[in-house]
Nanobody, 128 residues
Framework: QLQLVESGGGLVQPGGSLRLSCAAS????????IGWFRQAPGKEREGVSC????????NYAESVKGRFTISRDNAKNTVYLQMNSLKPDDTGIYYC?????????????????????WGQGTQVTVSS
């Protein structure tokens, strides 16, 4: 069974850092583009970042550029989201998602409908 499991969320003060992990089980991530999304209470789910299956392309939402970094370690079957200089507006449930890309490996999109597999999410709360 294909599963994605997020971890690393928690409560952090403004200006702090967290590193989220997205671990895959039941399949290898080598040919999957991965996206990170978040959803705040009362708001729609929004794209935060994504990384292509080749690892050569990354995209970020304007609100997180320069603060968040996405990376992948295929040997560990895991994708990471390093989040620095966190702000209260970063609060929400963070989800990772995967979609298989075998022919176009240099593309990733921050669109929810492009992804086939989703994790259960991990809560991130930025508050003093």
């Amino acid at each position: 069974q294909l599963q994605l499991v997020e971890s690393g969320g928690g409560l952090v003060q403004p200006g702090g850092s967290l590193r989220l992990s997205c671990a895959a089980s039941g399949f290898t991530l080598d040919y999957y583009a991965i996206g990170w999304f978040r959803q705040a209470p009362g708001k729609e789910r929004e794209g935060v970042s994504c990384i292509s299956s080749s690892g050569g392309t990354t995209n970020y939402a304007e609100s997180v550029k320069g603060r968040f970094t996405i990376s992948r370690d295929n040997a560990k079957n895991t994708v990471y989201l390093q989040m620095n200089s966190l702000k209260p507006d970063d609060t929400g449930i963070y989800y990772c998602a995967a979609t298989r890309t075998t022919t176009i490996r240099a593309v990733c999109l921050m669109r929810t409908g492009w992804y086939n597999y989703w994790g259960q999410g991990t809560q991130v709360t930025v508050s003093s």
